[in-house]
Nanobody, 113 residues
Framework: QVQLVESGGGLVQTGGSLRLSCAASGRSVSINGMAWYRQAPGKQRELVAAISRYGATNYADSVQGRFTISRDNAKNTVYLQMNNLKPEDTAVYYC???????WGQGTQVTVSS
C-alpha cells in the first residue's frame, strides 16, 4: 500500500521560512518523479515544484528562487524548503508521485502579512 504523509506546515510571518516533508511508504521516491502542489481557497490546485527520478527540478514561476525541492533516498522522503514566504503562498500543500493517483492528505501553510 502506497502512503504519502506530509508534515511541516504552520503559521509564519511574511519573509519567514518553512520546510515541508513528504514521507513515502510502499513506493521509492528515488525511482519516481515526485511533486508538490498547492491549493488555495477558491482556486485550482497548482504545481509548485517537481523533481524527476534523475534529479532534475522545475518550479512554478511564482516560487522560483524561493522554494527548493529535494529528496533523501535513505529516508524515502521528499522536502520542500520554502524561504521568503509571502501571503499569496498560503494554501494547503500536497505531495504526489508524478503520473500516479497517489496523494498525501495535505499540510496547511499560512503566511501572515
Amino acid at each position: 500500500q502506497v502512503q504519502l504523509v506530509e508534515s511541516g506546515g504552520g503559521l509564519v510571518q511574511t519573509g519567514g521560512s518553512l520546510r515541508l516533508s513528504c514521507a513515502a511508504s510502499g513506493r521509492s521516491v528515488s525511482i519516481n518523479g515526485m511533486a508538490w502542489y498547492r491549493q488555495a481557497p477558491g482556486k485550482q490546485r497548482e504545481l509548485v515544484a517537481a523533481i524527476s527520478r534523475y534529479g532534475a527540478t522545475n518550479y512554478a514561476d511564482s516560487v522560483q528562487g524561493r522554494f527548493t525541492i529535494s529528496r533523501d533516498n535513505a529516508k524515502n522522503t521528499v522536502y520542500l524548503q520554502m524561504n521568503n514566504l509571502k501571503p499569496e503562498d498560503t494554501a494547503v500543500y500536497y505531495c504526489t508521485i508524478v503520473y500516479s493517483s497517489y496523494w498525501g492528505q495535505g499540510t496547511q501553510v499560512t503566511v501572515s502579512s
